[in-house]
């Protein structure tokens, strides 16, 4: 199948506009998705269990009836597991047991330190007490997107997990569920987009709000998520995934089309970016992937996503490549490279960086250790991995003994005099001790 994906060169004039021409899609930012997702939301929060109804009848094409319908029970979630190949679920437990040891080197502890005079100061670390995870579900299902959402959340302690995910046509995912057990997830409901989103942000009559939503999702899940943060909290942006391969010209043309493929298959929207200093090379993996496209299930996902979002972009030297890949940040980045461990030291902007050409994007996919929950459209350079530190939050601690206070109080008071803010400076002035 011939694949008309756009290619540029760095040398070519008008690159750097056509490269941000490239990147400057923004679905979360689409006016129609915009007022789409506002008016499901609001809907949701004025008309709970009723909108959430009407809204996955329409969007995920069931027939639910009442609310209880929604949910499913931990009973049904271990009846699914039994139904899994024992196979797939010793898989499933090894990604999970996997996820789980990478995560608890994240665990913050809280800390205090003493000053001379008796002072304590420190930082309290508290796990959440309710968290949602949207897990996607309309075009693929994604039990691995279980894991990797609540072993996190797990290892930090949160109180209660709360699991979305559509159930397009009301097929339900046998493997999903038996992730969900598997991951310890305490209620699953059977509905996604942004009318799951409002539902966990406000609450309704079945669904119990929530304090953070985390996980994946489309643009109407990232979108929705963006408009109920502050209501909730949010872990990041993690819309359509992306991949922007770094290679050298010597990995085998067939895995690096392969590579591009699996991400492109996860949705049309996806971005799949090839940089080489090779243009011979560039034509190789051109030609393994209009190969191999026949191979593939989703060829026509694969195929709009690639001419839509995807691109060969041809560089001078692996140094230019490294500051392309630093202005496109991408979710996933792989060097397929010589000595990775020497170029990564020129990254600074990615979701997850790939070293080497043996590990392709897809292993941290599924069970690396590292989160695949990962900020995309260019929000790796302010955002981080899905992780523990997501499920946790900070208050910081202050004890003072009266000699504490009393030295404190001496430097308080002409700040706050000097913001005019006078019962500020007076409680403080109380504590200074008379024979100090
Ligand atoms: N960044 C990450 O970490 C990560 C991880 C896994 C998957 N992903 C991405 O997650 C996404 C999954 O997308 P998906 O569609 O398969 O599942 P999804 O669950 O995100 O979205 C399905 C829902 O979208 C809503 N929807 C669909 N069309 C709509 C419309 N016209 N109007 C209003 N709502 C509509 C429906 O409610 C449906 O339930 C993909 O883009 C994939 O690349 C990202
Ligand atoms: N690549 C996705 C994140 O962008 C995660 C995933 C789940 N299953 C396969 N892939
Ligand atoms: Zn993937």
């Not at 209880?68 to 090894?94: G, H, M, P, T």
């Not at 090379?281 to 001419?307: H, P």
Request: one cysteine or more; charged letters at 25%.
């Amino acid at each position: 199948m011939k694949l008309n994906i756009r290619q540029f060169s760095s040398r070519s004039e008008g690159f750097y506009s056509e490269l941000d021409a490239l990147l400057a899609w923004d679905s979360v930012s689409d006016a129609g998705v915009q007022t789409a997702v506002a008016n499901i939301v609001e809907q949701v929060r004025l008309k709970g269990d009723g909108a959430v109804i009407e809204f996955t009848n329409r969007f995920d094409r069931r027939e639910v009836v009442s609310s209880a319908d929604l949910e499913i029970s931990r009973e049904e979630l271990a009846l699914a597991k039994d139904r899994v190949s024992a196979e797939l679920v010793a898989s499933l437990e090894a990604a999970a047991k996997r996820v789980h040891e990478y995560h608890e080197r994240q665990k913050q502890p809280s800390w205090q330190y003493q000053e001379d005079n008796g002072t304590v100061l420190g930082q309290k670390v508290t796990p959440l007490d309710r968290v949602g995870v949207y897990v996607p579900g309309g075009k693929a299902a994604y039990p691995s997107s279980v894991l990797m959402n609540v072993m996190p959340a797990k290892v930090a302690g949160v109180g209660e997990i709360i699991m979305v995910v559509p159930t397009p046509d009301g097929v339900v995912n046998d493997i999903v569920l038996a992730a969900a057990y598997i991951a310890g997830v305490d209620r699953v409901f059977t509905i996604g987009g942004a009318q799951a989103v409002a539902a966990l942000a406000y609450g309704t009559e079945t669904v119990p709000k929530v304090d953070k939503i985390v996980g994946p999702g489309n643009i109407y899940v990232a979108t929705a998520k963006k408009m109920v943060f502050g209501v909730v909290g949010i872990d990041m942006i993690a819309g359509p995934s992306e991949i922007l391969v770094v290679c050298d010209g010597k990995t085998d043309p067939d895995w690096i089309a392969m590579d591009l493929f699996s991400q492109a298959e996860h949705d049309e929207d996806a971005q799949s970016i090839l940089i080489s200093p090779d243009l011979a090379f560039i034509e190789n993996v051109k030609s393994s992937m209009e190969r191999l496209i026949e191979t593939q299930s989703r060829k026509a996902i694969i195929k709009s996503s690639l001419e839509g979002r995807g691109a060969f972009i041809h560089v001078e030297s692996m140094d230019e490549a490294m500051d392309i890949a630093n202005i496109v940040a991408a979710e996933h980045l792989e060097l397929s490279i010589d000595e990775p461990e020497k170029w990564v030291e020129k990254i600074r902007h990615a979701g997850a960086i790939f070293m080497g050409r043996h590990t392709p994007e897809a292993l941290g996919d599924y069970c690396a250790g590292p989160n695949h929950v990962l900020p995309t459209s260019g929000t790796a350079r302010f955002s981080s991995p899905l992780g523990v530190y997501d499920f946790q939050k900070r208050s910081s601690l202050i004890y003072c003994s009266p000699e504490g206070a009393s030295e404190l109080a001496k430097i308080a008071s002409p700040l706050a005099r000097g913001e005019s803010l006078e019962a500020h400076a007076i409680s403080a002035e109380y504590r200074i001790l008379k024979d100090s």
